[in-house]
């Protein structure tokens, strides 16, 4: 049978388990009563969805809402999972291959109206049928004083009762009265286990940095934490090894991991982490799983992560035993073009193709963020936050400005020269740099050639790489890198909207003698 981490991905297509998920899914999947409460859009489908495909039998899904019903049927559907629900919307086709999913013990996940609980036929079917788990959504609907109660929701527990299977309640409602008349009405004595959201990890100080010469910018993060455990990883097994080669000739005690060593070396550098003090280990994603180690002082991304998903489980894995830990996340235009690049040549259908692109963007956002780093982060999970005081942005605010007539400029760049051509020579065009390849394509006799001499190269590349982290350009895979201008940026170019950018991060590059990459 696949782990739930192959499900994850192959079924519904995502990377990385959101904050609590894991630990939810297991706990499900391993039979346990369970309550969880989640903030809305924190996931809390996954959570049922995914052990109901690893338990054997099939899992009664009660929800109160019909459209949601149908849209969560669709969705595992076209998944390839057998899915189906009993609602009064369904043509007597959709009823029809319900029961003989029910009948030869297809079905994986059956979805329910709690108005059908009130009749015996279903009794009787459910009775009959191979059930091993009762999932309940928004569960909140049990509770008597609550403005949404459902009177058919208290027939829940007698239907847990009577099949005597695990159940699984979930809400967005956090209060303790409700949390305990749910756990009285739907679980009848049994104390589940409660999850209880708090995803923040107050803990973890946050911050990014943007590309500028980022080898030295790992080795001075990590010189400023000489002999803590750390994890420094990287978008490729090839700077696994080179940077913990680097780190070595710096004195550091460190190794590299990712999935292309064989199996032995690679459980001799988790070993060697669980058992020593101060080691860093350079690694690629495959680093993490089994890693447990309470005390890893630092994490820091020489690249982009793929999404924020993976973005906070592998800052997660820091300071884990509460005490105060460091990451650092570098990123620059080249990690956005192979991320987009990865999605655009994927195998995955378009519809998916697009939420990864969406998902890309949120951690893009949260790269260029102008306020609180954790707030943001937090907001993006469903849980809202005060400023946090320990990120980066908190400490130093970001300097900003109105830079809708810099975007203007650019994108016009970008639209008259047909969104053929990358930063570097849209950024010539600006400047009015007459270059060979400028004059060849008689982009000098262009309205916007010299139109943006305010900015230097380097700013300009910092004002590029803004607009790509907001998703107003994205880079074209099948074009090397050329810009196109996005439904985003339509607003700006036609003045109806304005857009603020970070100065500082444009000063910070017209003071680096590094390109700002
Ligand atoms: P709710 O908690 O409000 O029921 P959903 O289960 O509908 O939230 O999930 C909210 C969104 O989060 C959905 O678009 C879903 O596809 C997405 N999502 C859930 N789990 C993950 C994950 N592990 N990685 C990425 N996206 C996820
Ligand atoms: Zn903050």
Known sequence: MSSARDLLSSVFGFGDFRPGQEEIVAAVARGENTLAIMPTGGGKSLCFQLPALVRAGVTVVISPLIALMRDQVRGLQAAGVAAGALTSGNTDEETDAVWRGLDDGSLKLLYMAPERLGSSGTEQMLNRANVSLIAVDEAHCVSQWGHDFRPDYLRIGALRAALDVPLAAFTATADAETREEIIARLFGGIEPRVFLGG????????AFGAKNGPRRQILDFAAARKGQSGIVYCASRAKTETLAAALRDAKHNAC?????MEAGPR????????????????????FGMGVDKPDIRWVAHADLPKSIESYYQEIGRAGRDGAPAETLTLYGPDDIRLRRTQIDEGLAPDARKGADHGRLNALLGLAEALGCRRQRLLAYFGETADPCGNCDLCETPPEIFDGTEAVRKALSAVLRTEENFGAGHLIDILLGNATDKVTARHHDALPTFGVG??????EWQAVFRQMMGRDLVRPVAERHGALAMTEAARPILRGEAGIELRRDVIAAAARENRPAV
Do not use: I, M, S, W
């Open 199 to 206: 995803f923040d990890r107050p803990n973890l100080h946050l």
């Open 256 to 260: 590299h991991y990712h999935g292309g």
């Open 267 to 286: 459980r001799a550098v988790e070993e060697r982490f669980a058992r020593e003090d101060g080691l860093v280990v350079c690694a690629t994603v495959a």
């Open 453 to 458: 001499k305010e900015f230097n190269k380097r």
